[in-house]
């Protein structure tokens, strides 16, 4: 029996059946590229679901964890250690927020900022100000797995198994701004958005949805939240998908890349909203750590130094018009789209998708599929133009393929029926 082989059979009986995975055992990394038990090389576009950021085995990520292990992995919030004022001014600085609160996953951080925004809402009412305790989010969202996250994520196998979640939450029709408007009210202390829904299949809100919510909110002092969990750290071009938009959220979240593969989540948030919290009200054992923050400063002063901003929008660019190109040739891409190394193109059926996401995996290519039909890309952002020429030529490949034994099928069913 193979090592591979074994590990599955293991897990069949030990770990709850959560995932669906490859049969693939991933031993190593370097660069862009995963190794399996074999020593077969894999083209990594998904970077462990947008993690990556700076591919595998970086000398940066290596010399943090080996730097800060030696002298404090852990301490508890209740000291001080250098690493999370450090990585503060680096996140307020880049967020053009003021304040920030750490965790450790993404869907910690957007439950501190659900609290949050409740609880900033119940010191305004303490103000004399009339404003409720209702959620609008939106269609498509994907917030997390936790039940706050849950409750705000749209989709209802997500949330259904669990009934009953979170009362009081209201989904928006994407980019919608008439349905905004009809369901915004008092009664909402936050809208919430993902200024780039990710799991929802890579659709950007609009600019008139976005300033919609912005001018709404400020109406009535509830906050804007952009969950930037996916599209945020700089995976964009920019170090937030919502300073394409110039327009700035009173909180936001971010996780994924922000420790290039260490857990660490982080909330940020206005001066005006930290107001809401004080000692006690809200903590975590081990979110802020400092082997997390000492990744995470290696991290963002990795992608300084190394232009990788200017390479994600760069090579990005590149990676979108070699897919427009693609989706002229081949009528089963339906749309492409995205922002830097965020991308996507949707085919025209699941099937197909699937089918793609496995011959390119069987060409060792690592991609995967969202929202059924879309073909997802969230490469590490030391992406070169050479690896989007061999994803290109793969796809372009396959989909030929397809076509051909399509119309195969076709002509051999019209010989039938003729
Ligand atoms: C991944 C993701 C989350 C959840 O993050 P976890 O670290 O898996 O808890 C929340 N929001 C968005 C937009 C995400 O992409």
Redesign the pocket.
């Known amino acids: 029996m193979s090592q591979l082989e074994k590990i599955r059979n293991a897990e069949s009986k030990l770990l709850l059946q959560t995932y669906d995975r490859n049969p693939i055992l991933f031993v190593n990394g370097e660069d862009v590229h995963l190794i399996d038990e074999n020593g077969t090389r894999y083209l990594d576009l998904l970077g462990g679901?947008?993690v990556n950021a700076l591919g595998y085995n970086h000398p940066a990520i290596i010399d943090a964890i080996a730097r800060q292990s030696k002298e404090l992995i852990h301490i508890s919030n209740l000291f001080y250690h250098r690493g999370q004022a450090e990585l503060a001014e680096k996140l307020t600085k880049l967020t053009g927020l003021d304040r920030v609160f750490f965790s450790n996953?993404?869907?910690?951080?957007?439950e501190g900022a659900l609290k949050l925004a409740r609880a900033h809402a119940g010191l305004l009412r303490s103000e004399g100000r009339h404003i409720g305790t209702k959620f609008l989010a939106l269609e498509h969202s994907?917030?997390?797995?936790?039940f706050g996250?849950v409750s705000t994520t749209w989709k209802a196998k997500y949330r259904e198994p669990f009934a009953p979640t979170l009362d009081g939450i209201e989904f928006v029709r994407f980019n919608d701004v008439a349905d905004l408007r009809a369901k915004f009210s008092n009664e909402v202390c936050a809208i919430l958005i993902?200024v780039i829904?990710?799991?929802g299949g890579i659709r950007p809100v609009s600019r008139e949805f976005f300033a919609a919510a912005r001018e709404l909110a400020t109406s009535t002092g509830a906050l804007l939240i952009a969950?930037?969990?996916?599209?945020g750290t700089g995976r964009t071009g920019k170090w937030c998908a919502y300073q394409h938009y110039g327009i700035k959220p009173d909180v936001t979240?971010l996780?994924?890349q922000l420790a290039g593969g260490i857990?660490l989540?982080a909330i940020l948030c206005t001066d005006e909203a930290a107001r809401a919290i004080h000692a006690g009200m809200h903590g975590t054992t081990f979110g802020g750590g400092p082997l997390a923050c000492a990744v995470a400063c290696a991290v963002i002063d990795t992608i300084e130094r190394d232009g990788l901003l200017d390479n994600a929008t760069k090579v990005g660019g590149y990676f979108i018009e070699q897919l427009c190109g693609l989706e002229k040739k081949h009528p089963a891409i339906i749309d492409v789209r995205g922002k830097g190394l965020m991308l996507a193109a949707e085919l025209n059926s699941a099937d197909l998708a699937k089918k793609v996401v496995a011959e390119l995996l069987a060409r060792h290519i690592v991609i995967n599929c969202t929202s059924e039909t879309v073909l997802r890309f969230l490469p590490p952002y030391i992406l070169k133009k050479s690896h989007v020429d061999e994803a290109i030529r793969a796809l372009d490949e396959i989909l030929t393929e397809e076509e051909q034994s399509l119309a195969t099928a076709g002509a051999a069913k019209g010989a039938i029926n003729g």
């Open positions: 679901i947008g996953s993404g869907t910690e951080a957007w994907f917030h997390g797995r936790t996250s993902e829904q990710g799991e969950d930037e969990i996916q599209a979240t996780a994924k857990p989540g």
